[in-house]
């Protein structure tokens, strides 16, 4: 997540919501009125599995990760003007650890128990997405939509909100995102060097 990135920490629902008021500074949204916030996301996996190595029972409610997620999406979800949207998390097997990898290229051994971690995927995100900008755009609800993403996937559901009016901007948040992204955008701006600045002192 990248405001993790740029906290430094697990974000927090009061993160999350300051962000959104540093994007609505901007000087082209100081003049506009928020409808809400969304969010979207997947709750986070819970239950048990048992580890293809060990044999042993892999707790994934055991893990501060997935509290931390657990807390921000039930916060965010008790806050004025946000919408969160949820998704489905599907566990999709086992998966070798990109550090593992490295080291057994580097001299092969036997895989450990540590080597290997739970694939997880996120499904029905991306198409909640889809849906709320298409029914924004078909009810004239508002003018303007800030995308907070790098993912180009979204593209459709941009050039659909521009054929019905809409502006659609974009906030990579320092992400480097692909040229069709940028192009199907009316203007893009980068929060995280807003963010950049107030730590600085700057404003």
Same mark, same amino acid.
């Given at each position: ?51 293809? %190595? ?55 051994? %036997? ?19 889809? %849906? ?72």
């Amino acid at each position: 997540m990248k405001l993790s990135a740029l906290l430094g920490r697990f974000p927090e629902p009061a993160d999350v919501m300051a962000l959104a008021s540093r994007i609505q500074s901007h000087e082209r949204l100081r003049d506009s009125r928020l409808l809400r916030v969304y969010f979207y996301d997947a709750p986070p996996m819970s239950g048990t599995k048992a580890h293809p %190595l060990s044999g042993k029972p892999y707790r994934f409610d055991a893990h501060r990760i997935r509290e931390l997620n657990q807390s921000l999406q039930d916060g965010l979800a008790h806050s004025a003007d946000v919408a969160v949207r949820r998704g489905e998390i599907v566990f999709q097997g086992w998966r070798l650890r990109d550090r593992s990898l490295k080291e057994i290229r580097q001299s092969p051994r %036997l895989l450990t128990p540590e080597d290997l971690a739970p694939h997880i995927e996120q499904k029905g995100v991306d198409l909640r997405i889809g %849906l709320d900008v298409a029914w924004l755009a078909i009810k004239r609800i508002v003018h303007t939509i800030v995308l907070v993403t790098g993912d180009s996937d979204f593209v459709p559901a941009m050039k659909f909100a521009r054929r019905e009016g809409l502006r659609v901007y974009l906030d990579t948040m320092g992400h480097g995102v692909r040229p069709g992204l940028v192009e199907h955008a009316d203007f893009v701006l980068d929060s995280s060097r807003m963010w950049t600045r107030e730590q600085k002192g700057g404003g």
